[in-house]
């Protein structure tokens, strides 16, 4: 069973295997879907530009941005670091108006830190400077 599906209500799936509940738009890349890998059972970040972006020079920016973190991501020293993104997949779309680059990443393990801010707080106590 997807965990997505019991948490929060589906969104759309996109290239038929990404299952989304949340979608944070105003990234430098465009917009990121948080979903889950129906094939892999892991949950991960789909990175794509806009596609409501009515700007096609801010839309040509953000496919520039995401090929530009594909080649990072993959670079020798980077691909495989245990402090870098772990790049699961990357591909083209298609749209009526034409295709653009996605990558899908391994979505970051660790603590909310808004939510453990909050913890210190109602338990009277201040953030640390170091955890």
Do not use: F, N
């Given at each position: 069973m997807n965990p997505i599906n019991s948490a929060k209500p589906k969104l759309g799936v996109f290239q038929g295997r990404y299952t989304y509940d949340e979608i944070k738009v105003g990234s430098k890349t465009g917009e990121t879907l948080m979903a889950f890998d129906e094939e892999t059972l892991e949950y991960v970040v789909v990175k794509r530009p806009s596609p409501t972006q009515p700007n096609p020079d801010l839309r040509q920016a953000s496919i520039a941005d995401l090929e530009r973190e594909e080649r990072a991501l993959r670079a020798p020293g980077i691909h495989g670091h245990p402090a870098?993104?772990?790049?699961?997949?990357?591909?083209?779309?298609?749209?009526?108006?034409?295709?653009?680059?996605?990558?899908?990443?391994?979505?970051?393990?660790?603590?909310?830190?808004?939510?453990?801010?909050?913890?210190?707080?109602?338990q009277g106590q201040p953030f640390p400077d170091t955890i």
């Open positions: 870098a993104c772990r790049l699961l997949d990357a591909g083209q779309a298609q749209e009526p108006d034409g295709s653009y680059r996605y990558l899908v990443l391994a979505r970051a393990r660790g603590t909310h830190i808004p939510d453990l801010i909050r913890r210190y707080h109602d």
